[in-house]
């Protein structure tokens, strides 16, 4: 238990479907982060939010739309996808600025798209 | 943030020392050093980090050598529950930074 919990854990979603991964973190973090992992690849970074504020875009297809409403949560709306976009994607949170500390992960959501 | 190399693979043999290094010839003065694991499917792990000095945790040991550019996790006494890659990462400190994974190294804990 890493303090990051990411819900849900499993996702089965079609092309025309939209549905949303939810991130929360209870460790006082200011900064929250959406990687994705594809197969046999390395993380991706995708978004960083830090005090709620989007810091970084990794140049992200608009079918992914994050939103932090507050520090301790942090979403990500899908709609329209592809199924190569099918991976792990994974939230982590951290310290933030002026802070030198480790990023904490959750255990990611496994997304299949059909 | 300054690249990472490291080695695709290692085995180690279960209760023996497991060293992984890692070469960051570019580092700068401000950039700590990361280590993280990730277990099949599960989400990275932190293990220990440093900027110059030899760090030690309930986990490992992290020594860097003296000019910076490269440095070595041990794990003291592998167990099977350690195979995973492990990613070493250099980070600047003092700001939101993102981790920059590589492809790490997939540790094999043999019986």
């Known amino acids: 238990e890493t303090g990051v919990t990411q819900t849900p854990r499993h996702l089965v979603m079609g092309m025309t479907n939209k549905k949303s991964l939810k991130c929360e973190q209870h460790?006082?973090?200011?900064?929250m982060y959406w990687y994705k992992q594809s197969a046999k690849k390395p993380l991706e970074l995708m978004f960083v939010?830090?005090?709620?504020?989007?810091?970084e875009n990794n140049s992200v297809p608009s079918r992914f739309s994050p939103e932090c409403p507050n520090s301790s949560h942090l979403f990500l709306h899908l709609h329209t996808l592809q199924p190569e976009d099918s991976a792990l994607y994974l939230c982590?949170?951290?310290?933030?600025?002026?802070?030198?500390?480790?990023?904490?992960f959750g255990q990611g959501t496994r997304l299949t798209v059909v | 943030d300054a690249k990472t190399t490291q080695p695709p693979s290692m085995d180690c043999a279960e209760g023996r020392a497991a060293n992984l290094p890692c070469n960051h010839s570019?580092?700068?003065?401000?950039?700590?050093v990361y280590w993280y694991r990730q277990i099949h499917s599960q989400g990275p792990q932190y293990i220990i980090h440093?900027?110059?000095n030899n760090e030690t945790n309930e986990m490992a040991s992290l020594i860097i050598t003296e000019d910076r550019k490269s440095s070595t996790l041990i794990l003291p006494h592998a167990t099977l529950r350690d195979t995973a890659v492990y990613y070493c990462?250099?980070?600047?400190?003092?700001?939101?930074?993102?981790?920059?994974f590589g492809s790490g190294t997939q540790l094999t804990v043999l019986p």
């Open positions: 982590a949170s951290s310290q933030g600025q002026g802070r030198d500390t480790e990023a904490f």
């Open positions: 460790l006082g973090h200011n900064a």
């Open positions: 939010y830090n005090f709620k504020e989007q810091t």
């Open positions: 570019t580092i700068s003065g401000n950039e700590y």
């Open positions: 440093g900027l110059k």
């Open positions: 990462i250099v980070r600047v400190a003092g700001s939101a930074r993102q981790l920059t």
